[in-house]
């Protein structure tokens, strides 16, 4: 199975400031990467696929990057809504897998 | 507005068989798309579990294939999960979503653990 490695487990941060989020995938996913973001008592969402595009309803502040073994979440002027737990994925081959998620608190 | 809600017993006996139904509103699940199983473990692990497509083809994670079975009943818009031979290390959260790649749309999780 495809390994996916998240890092920070844990980060804090302001609103108005922007954050990083780093997923490693343990070979090649090409861009078959999706970004998901869980709130308490709410359905997860799916943020960003294919590496980098938005899924429709996704604030401009998300971006995503990379491609291969190397992706990065990054949130630009976070809001409070923000603050959540993000996980990334793998579809480039079965069985998919998850990160262990990032947990984004306030400071 | 798409919605999935998932429902089921909370607490599952070693050794038993864990049943869950997903009822899908908003989407006709076979108009379209695959239909999965995921779970969440304590500690925040997810695993995507399998799928039943839109046409009944199932696909299931090889970790599990001798114990899922993936169904479903379109006259009620629902499909199922069914794990045989539970032991504690099933204990976690389940969801519904639609996808069977890209997860587009979850239900909000229903907790399951397994204990005597």
């Known amino acids: 199975d495809v390994q996916m490695t998240q890092s920070p487990s844990y980060l804090a941060a302001s609103p108005g400031e922007s954050v990083s989020i780093s997923c490693k995938a343990s070979?090649?996913?090409?861009?078959?990467l999706a970004w998901y973001q869980e709130k308490p008592g709410k359905a997860n969402k799916l943020l960003i696929h294919s590496g980098s595009t938005l899924q429709s309803g996704t604030p401009s502040r998300f971006s995503g990057s990379g491609s291969g073994t190397d992706f990065t979440l990054t949130i630009r002027s976070l809001e409070f809504e923000d603050f959540a737990v993000y996980y990334c994925?793998?579809?480039?081959?079965?069985?998919?897998?998850f990160g262990a998620g990032t947990k984004l608190e306030l400071k | 507005e798409i919605q999935l809600q998932e429902s089921g017993p909370g607490l599952v006996k070693p050794s038993q068989s864990l049943s869950l139904t997903c009822s899908v509103t908003g989407y006709t699940i076979t108009s379209g798309y695959d239909w999965s199983w995921i779970r969440k473990f304590p500690g925040n692990k997810m695993e995507w579990m399998g799928y039943?497509?839109?046409?009944?083809?199932?696909n299931y994670n090889p970790s599990l294939k001798s114990r899922i079975s993936i169904t479903r009943d379109t006259s009620k818009n629902q499909f199922f999960l069914q794990l045989n031979s539970v032991t504690t290390e099933d204990t976690a959260t389940y969801y519904c979503?639609?996808?069977?790649?890209?997860?587009?749309?979850w239900g909000q999780g229903v907790m399951v653990t397994v204990s005597s």
């Open positions: 994925q793998q579809y480039n081959e079965y069985p998919y897998t």
């Open positions: 039943i497509s839109y046409s009944g083809s199932t």
């Open positions: 979503a639609r996808g069977g790649q890209l997860f587009d749309y």
């Open positions: 070979k090649s996913i090409s861009n078959n």
